[in-house]
Every structure is written in C-alpha cells, then in structure tokens.
C-alpha cells in the first residue's frame, strides 16, 4: 500500500490530500496560504490532513507539489534580476515577442554568431567579448542564452553557456533546452524568463523539502508542469518556467480522475480567478501557441486556460454607469471582511458597528487595509513611505487617507503587493446567506448592510439589507461565471472568430439562455456536461448550470481537486527534432548533437528517432519516472515538383512517460 500526498498552494488557500493507491481520497485538508513564505502553509496544511487520515509522516511514499508561484510572479513583474546572451540576432529582434519590454533594462550582450536554417554556422563567436562583457556584469542570479537556429545546431549556445558557468558559477538557460521550435526571439523570451524564476522556484522547493523533511516526511518531491505532467524537484529547478499554470493543470488532471470523465469543460474557481480549459479524452487541452502568462506569449507547453479574474474573494465594486445602479465584480482580490474580523475582531467589528451608526454611507465604509508581512518596500517615495508608517496593524481606509492626493500613493502600495484591502466579497456575501459558516457571519451582514445603502444614480438605496446585497452579489458572479465558460466554448467551437467576449455576452446568446420564443425562437446552452472545482464551487455553480442548461458535476473532492491533480499524474518528457533536405540526397538531422547527414530520409529519421530516445528516456529517469514507456510521432512534409512526391522536412517526436518513482 502506498500513501500519497498532493499539496496545492494557491492565492488564498494551500490545499493537501491524500490518496491511497492511486485509488482513493482518504483525507483532504486546508490552510492559509502564507505568502511571505510558502512552507509555512504547506506544512501547516500537510499537518492537518496528516492528522485527519490518523497517518505517520513515515508512511507517505510520495509528495507532489502545484503551485501558483512561477505564474504570479511573471503576472506581477516578479523574479530576480538577470543577463541575456543573444547571439546572431539583430537590435531589431529585441522588440519582437515582447523582449525588450521582459529585459526591463536588464543586461544584454548582442554577439556575432548563430547557424542558418540548415544548422551552419553563420559566423564565428568572438569569445574575448564574452568575457570582457561579463567583467562588466554585477548583481545578477543568472544568465539566459539564445542562438539564432539553435534547434537546427546548439553549438554557439552550449560554448557561451559553459563559458558562462565556468566564470560565473551561475546558472545558465539554454533556449533550445527549453523548446524544439524555430522563432529565436520567442525562445530568447522563453529561457529569459526561466532564468529570473530560477532563484524564486529553488527557493520555494528548498523550503518545501525542507518543511516536510522536519516532519519527517523523507519520500521524493514531485511538481507539476504546466501541461499537467509531473516532474521531479531537481527538473523543476533547471526548468521553473514549465511550471507556470501548474495549478490549473493540476486541477484538470483531479477533476479527470474524480470524475472519469474524457471529454468535459472544467471550471475550477477560487478565491483570486476562475480558470476554466476543456478536456478532450481526458486529457487537458493544450495551448499550441504557447502559454501566455503575464502579457508574455512563451514556448512552454501548457493548459490552454482561460483566466478570469473572478472568485470567492473578488472585490465587490458599484457600477457607476446609469441611474438603476448595479456591482461588479474582480478582477482585484481583496480580504474578505468576514476573515479579517477572526483575525482583528478588537478592531473590525467596532469599527462596522460605528460605521452603521453614522447618519449618512461613506464611500469607505466597509473598506480596511493592513500591512502584509515580508513585503519589499524599497524605492518608495515619499509620500508612500509617510503613508506605509501610518499602517501598523489593520484599519479602516478613512483613517489612513488624509488627502484625496494620497489616494494614487495607497494604490501603488496595493500594486506592489506591500499593504492588502479589505471589503466586501461573494465569499461574505455567502455566509449572510447560509452557504457558508467558516468566518464571522456578524461580519459579513454589518459590511453587506453598509454595502446596500450606498446610492444609485438615481438616489435609491442599492438594496433593501444585508439579504437582498448578498442575493446581488451572488447573481452577479452567476452572470460573470456564465460568461466566462461561454467565452471559452466559443474560443474552441469552430466557426465564431475572433470576439468571443463580446458574442458571449451579445443579445442573442442572451435571449437563447432565456429560450426566447417570440416571433423568433432562440435556443442556446452548452452541449458538453462541466465538471465545478473549487471550495465554493457547490454554492454558485449550480445556478450556472442551469442557466448555461448544461449537466453540472460537482466530485465530492472538488475543493481539494488541485492537490488530488497533483499526485495522480505521470511523468511525461518530450524531445523533438528535425530532419531536412539542404540539397539533392542529403538528409541532415538536428538533434542534441548537432546535425549529421544521411543517404536516405528513413535512414536520417531512424538516427534521430534513436538519439532522441536516448535523451528523453534519460530526463524522464531524470524527472522521476518508473516502467517507461515510449511513443514516437513522424510529421512528414512532402512537396510535389514536376511529378515527384520530394521530402520537405520531418519533424520527430519522441514522449517517454511513466508513474513516478515512489519510495519503498
């Protein structure tokens, strides 16, 4: 028998289950996730799910770890600063695919060099620059490198990178390590952005270990990769980038195994955002663009998942357009109210009570902020550093701001992640109306009561009290959750183009959800059943079923679906290569040890076939993989020339894929 342990760590809860035998939840449990360190949630909630199974540390056989921190970091601007080599390429190439924007003023070296499409070098690397250039180069954690063609011939990127390391001692991101795909300045992009999450990622995973190794949990560490696969710590360390969207990933990959369902649109909401991808013979759809992460279009393989800033903890904002007045929801997170009064009871509540008192609505009433502990608050004017000393535990907003020109300064604080808001959110909203129970429901009725007397444009009152605000509330994420599952069959459903945002919310699909039948009869729904994740998933999402007219499952292990995802999963490496046709019978392949050429096709794609083999059977060992089995896939272009059927280029795939390597 083998006891297994997922953890998730995502914007407000870190999640953890454990499954025996890839068989059966036995426990599931949940804890705050600690942003200034990480660890601290996942061993708080590894503990109570311990305890929850009545299970030893000792009988854990395997841990594996979804997270959210490579994906927000990039979303944010985050990571440490690094230096990029970029060889063969022009000026120009710098802005294309966002890289100038990414570097952010961080070093770059231009260098001769480079091979053509065909894997020959373009010119020689001047290695004397290299290295006069690294003299220059201080407080960096790492270094990226990207050759123009390098899929065709690593030569120069493998030089410059041992040349880095042997005078650095800092790591080093290969782009062609990274993706088998032409587009220089895509890849260049890609490794970029690997070597500024290196540090952060190494971080976490140590920490991890570590956290888990002093509660006396000795098995392998996995982590999942954006496609949903698994892959040892080590792996992810050299590689952080494969690991943006692994949450989402992981919550595809759960809701596959808890529900057996192949084909399904999965919708898995939580407290920040609402991701929502299809599964298609149970497996999660993949991006063939690349993830997009952060306004950042890379080469990683990954979910195609649409996220919507929407969730149990969105802030509740008015409408202000009109005179019947209405809320908004996201796509900021703030605290629920509700939560912070079990935090600062002393402090929230009176200040609720007080505020109901008053004769007339603030537009801060409801509202607090506090300091969040760790944060980096350097390089902060003046006016937000005199504004941050004012904030010492939680307060209301009124009693910070003491100008309306400060209110820009507060903002900046809230962006760069130094104070959190506090206010009114579906998640109160839920407890004034029964659903849940977790938080303080006196609260939740005092903020939502403060919320329904604030004016419509019209000078009415947004609603009767506390009940009718929540209902609001609860309506209006059923609208937006609605909208975003649309937004996403339509974004896969042939024939509708582009502007899926606009047609999901156009008159007619609208009237068609109604079932409209006037002179014209309208009819529209779903036709693929969707699987609900999330905590909060059993109290909204049957009314978007029905709304949408579509079959909703709801597993009973939804809200842990993440952490189940992550350690059900299966070691999956790819290696790819090309084999072209530079001239009349040479065929050349282009693989890890740069090209060579063949008589024949077959005898060129059978070489490459088998070098791949051997490298990706190695990295799937590598990555913790057990009983490997092999899959091969030909692509094959062929051109018609005066009658004759001529090769074009082949591209080879090989995937090894395994259950990963459990301790005994």
């Known amino acids: 028998m083998s006891l297994l342990l997922g953890v998730d760590t995502g914007g407000t809860y870190t999640d953890a289950a454990l499954v025996r035998d890839e068989r059966e939840v036995v426990a599931r449990a949940k804890a705050l996730t600690t942003r200034h360190d990480l660890a601290e949630g996942i061993g708080k909630a590894v503990s109570e799910v311990l305890a929850a199974a009545d299970a030893q540390p000792g009988e854990v056989s395997l841990a594996a770890l979804s997270t959210t921190l490579a994906t927000n970091a990039l979303v944010e601007g985050q990571g440490g600063r690094v230096g990029l080599v970029y060889i063969g390429f022009s000026k120009a190439d710098l802005t294309r695919s966002g890289l100038d924007r990414a570097l952010n003023g961080e070093p770059v070296l231009l260098l001769d ?8 070098a373009r010119s020689a690397l001047d290695l004397d620059e290299i290295l006069a250039w690294l003299e220059t180069i201080q407080d960096v954690s790492g270094f990226a490198v990207a050759s123009q063609f390098a899929t065709r011939n690593p030569e120069h990127e493998n030089a410059v990178a041992e040349m880095i390391r042997t005078r650095t001692g800092k790591p080093v991101s290969c782009s062609h390590h990274l993706s088998a795909r032409l587009n220089g300045p895509k890849r260049a992009l890609t490794a970029l952005l690997n070597a500024r999450l290196i540090g952060m990622i190494t971080r976490l995973i140590a920490r991890a270990e570590a956290r888990l190794g002093e509660m006396g949990i000795d098995a392998p560490l996995m982590v999942v990769r954006g496609d949903g696969a698994l892959i040892s710590a080590a792996v992810a360390r050299e590689r952080p980038i494969e690991t943006i969207l692994s949450g989402p990933a992981a919550s595809l990959v759960g809701a596959a195994w808890l529900t057996g369902m192949r084909d399904a649109l999965v919708s898995d909401i939580g407290g920040t955002t609402t ?7 149970g497996k999660p759809e993949i991006d063939p663009e690349g993830a997009q992460v952060g306004g950042f279009r890379t080469m990683v393989e990954a979910v195609a998942m649409r996220t919507t800033g929407l969730g149990g903890d969105s802030e509740v904002r008015l409408a202000t ?33 007080e505020q109901r008192r008053a004769s007339t609505a603030s537009e801060f009433d409801g509202i607090f902020l506090r300091r969040v502990v760790g944060a980096d608050d350097q390089g902060l004017s003046v006016r937000e550093s005199e504004i941050l000393a004012r904030i010492t535990g939680v307060h209301p907003v009124g009693t910070v701001l003491r100008a309306r020109m400060e209110r820009q300064a507060l903002a900046r604080l809230r962006d760069r992640g130094i104070i959190q808001f506090a206010g009114a959110t579906p998640s109160d909203a839920c407890h004034v109306l029964g659903l849940l129970s977790t938080w303080d429901e006196q609260a939740a009725r005092l903020v939502l009561g403060l919320l329904a007397r604030r004016r419509t444009g019209a000078g009415n009152a947004l609603a009767a009290g506390p009940e009718a605000m929540a209902r609001m509330i609860v309506d209006q994420l059923t609208r937006q959750s609605v909208s975003a599952l649309l937004e996403t069959v339509l974004s896969h459903d042939e024939g509708f183009g582009p502007g899926h945002e606009q047609l999901a919310r156009h008159v007619l699909v609208q009237k068609g959800l109604d079932g409209h039948k006037g002179l014209l009869r309208i009819e ?33 292990d939804g809200g842990v679906a993440n952490a189940i995802g992550a350690v059900v999963g299966r070691v999956t490496m790819r290696r790819s290569g090309a084999v072209t046709c530079p001239a009349e019978g040479c065929f050349r392949t282009h693989g890890a040890q740069g090209p060579r050429d063949f008589a024949t096709a077959e005898a060129a794609m059978n070489a490459l076939e088998e070098e ?7 990295e799937a060992m590598a990555a913790g993989a057990d009983e490997i089995e092999m899959r091969r896939t030909r692509d094959i272009r062929h051109s018609q020339v005066e009658g004759r059927d001529v090769f074009i280029e082949a591209q080879i795939t090989l995937e090894a894929t395994g259950r990963p390597r459990i301790a005994r």
């Open 321 to 353: 357009e009109g005179l019947a007045g209405g809320i908004e929801l996201g796509p900021r997170r703030v605290v629920p109210v509700s939560l912070l009064a079990l935090e600062a009871p002393e402090i929230v509540l009176p200040v609720l009570e």
């Open 275 to 281: 991701d929502v991808a299809l599964l298609r013979d």
């Open 612 to 618: 791949l083999e051997t490298v990706v059977r190695s």
């Open 524 to 556: 529209a729904g779903l036709n693929i059943p969707v699987v609900g994740l999330g905590a909060s998933a059993r109290s909204y999402y049957p009314a978007v079923g029905r709304r949408l007219g579509c079959e909703m499952i709801l597993p009973d």
């Open 113 to 120: 060099g480079g091979h053509d499409h065909a894997g020959v």
